[in-house]
């Protein structure tokens, strides 16, 4: 029943802004995780240790939602989830600059587009219209991610749009002449227990959040993704984008296990309604 609320929610959020409906029919909805740690109730132990590779590195395998969701709110009319339903919908996917003392250091060609972009209520938005998010935004949605740690290599496949990315570990160096991406290009290291990820190769113009702030082709990203117990993952991020910011800026976001269930198909353009409402 979550489940469904949490789809259900994610779909009908700002009016339709996200994504249409999603086929449930023949999908592991109730599958159980194995080896979850659990508490006396059953419940998974969120704070059991830390899963560990056979290399003894903290290993990053499993599915995350956002755990960076707004206070609950039931007031009539504005609140998107009942309070005690534990959904968290990020404000990272609405405004990535919100825990931000005094906003992002945007340009001041940048900022004057993102607040045209956030009066005319987004309607060019990417996201609206079935495009690709970038992983930074996707981390901020409410959509499950799963991610597939083997050596060489870390997969994120996200449920929505079965998009994917690459986080290679296997020491490669970036292409010369790299073909823009929506997720650029990644290859990491590790510091300790703390993958190092750094990434370049962007498309132009890819958006962060429904306010339309965005990064460039000038981007450089650098995250850095730890895992301090068996439930939650930590995500560093720091932007270095001289295009459109006048200095790097930082900003942190938590991840947390989902369990006993699996991905399920959630395609943008399936019977997809809301671009055609946002004029």
């Not at 609405?94 to 587009?113: E, I, R, S, Y």
Request: charged share 25%.
């Amino acid at each position: 029943m979550l489940r469904r609320l949490i789809l259900s929610v994610s779909l009908a959020l700002v009016a339709a802004y996200l994504l249409g409906p999603a086929s449930l029919s023949a999908q592991w909805l109730k599958y159980p995780t194995a080896d979850v740690p659990r508490a006396a109730d059953g419940k998974p132990n969120l704070s059991a240790a830390t899963p560990r590779t056979r290399d003894g590195k903290p290993d990053f395998s499993g599915m995350w939602l956002t755990n960076d969701g707004p206070p609950c709110n039931n007031t009539p009319g504005t609140a998107f989830i009942q309070c005690g339903i534990e959904l968290p919908i990020s404000v990272l996917g609405f405004n990535v600059g919100a825990k931000t003392p005094g906003g992002l250091p945007l340009q001041p060609w940048a900022a004057a587009l993102v607040k045209k972009r956030t009066a005319e209520n987004s309607k060019d938005d990417p996201h609206a219209r079935c495009l690709p998010d970038t992983f930074l935004r996707a981390y901020g949605l409410p959509h499950i991610q799963k991610f597939i740690q083997v050596p060489g290599l870390l997969v994120m496949l996200d449920e929505v749009n079965a998009s994917y990315r690459q986080v290679f570990t296997d020491g490669r160096r970036f292409p010369e002449d790299p073909v823009p991406a929506w997720n650029g290009y990644s290859s990491a290291k590790w510091e300790g227990d703390t993958l190092v990820v750094d990434s370049i190769g962007f498309r132009d113009d890819l958006w962060l959040d429904m306010a339309g702030t965005f990064i460039t082709d000038k981007a450089k990203i650098r995250e850095r993704i730890s895992r301090p117990d068996y439930g939650h993952l930590k995500i560093e991020a720091t932007v270095d984008d001289s295009k459109a910011f006048t200095k790097p800026w930082t900003v942190t976001m938590t991840q947390r296990i989902v369990v006993d269930t699996e991905l399920v198909d959630e395609i943008c353009l399936e019977n997809e309604k809301s671009s055609q409402r946002m004029r």
